[in-house]
């Protein structure tokens, strides 16, 4: 794999070993998981190593860990999955689970660093993504690397009861600097 990383941060594949109490506990914090599908089940340590297995074992997947390079300390995950390589697309997906990292443009980072990895690396075409319509940190950052967003699904999801909409973003090859 081509090592992607930035001055802060790094990206590598996950591993069993990497399913700690720790990214559990992400995973059942409300504040991480509040935009997460992972959100509507109890999470453990057996069912996120669990996860990085089935990813691993999924060749149209790709687990990363996002990792601060000063410490070597895991900070979230992002995931370049539901790889069509016929029509040569990709969707990504990511959180940072450590909320002391939160609002440190490392999200900005991580979604640019795989972006380079799904058009470079893998000859993609086309990158996707959503978000919630109430998660405007994440339509931020998608649009500020370059995404478009393509369309907007009313009523898609609920969260906490509520019916929501979500974005749909995209972004291609050739709109990739």
Not at 137 to 142: P, V
Not at 154 to 174: A, D, Q
Request: net charge negative.
């Amino acid at each position: 794999m081509v090592e992607l990383a930035t001055d802060r941060l790094y990206l590598r594949p996950l591993s069993a070993q990497d399913a700690t109490q720790t990214y559990a506990d992400w995973m059942n914090d409300p504040q991480v998981n509040q935009y997460l599908e992972t959100r509507h089940s109890p999470q453990s340590v057996e069912s996120c190593r669990a996860f990085i297995e089935h990813c691993n074992a999924d060749p149209a997947s790709h687990l990363l860990g996002i990792f601060l390079r000063q410490g070597d300390r895991h900070l979230g995950n992002v995931k370049l999955g539901f790889i069509n390589n016929h029509y040569q697309r990709g969707q990504i997906s990511l959180f940072i689970g450590d909320k002391a990292f939160w609002g440190q443009g490392l999200s900005s980072e991580v979604v640019r660093l795989i972006t380079v990895y799904g058009f470079e690396s893998l000859g993609l075409h086309r990158l996707e993504a959503g978000c919630y319509e109430d998660n405007l940190a994440s339509l931020r950052i998608f649009l500020k690397a370059g995404y478009t967003v393509e369309g907007f699904m009313r009523e898609h999801v609920t969260l906490n009861g509520r019916r929501m909409g979500c974005f749909w973003l995209g972004k291609l090859h050739n709109e990739h600097a």
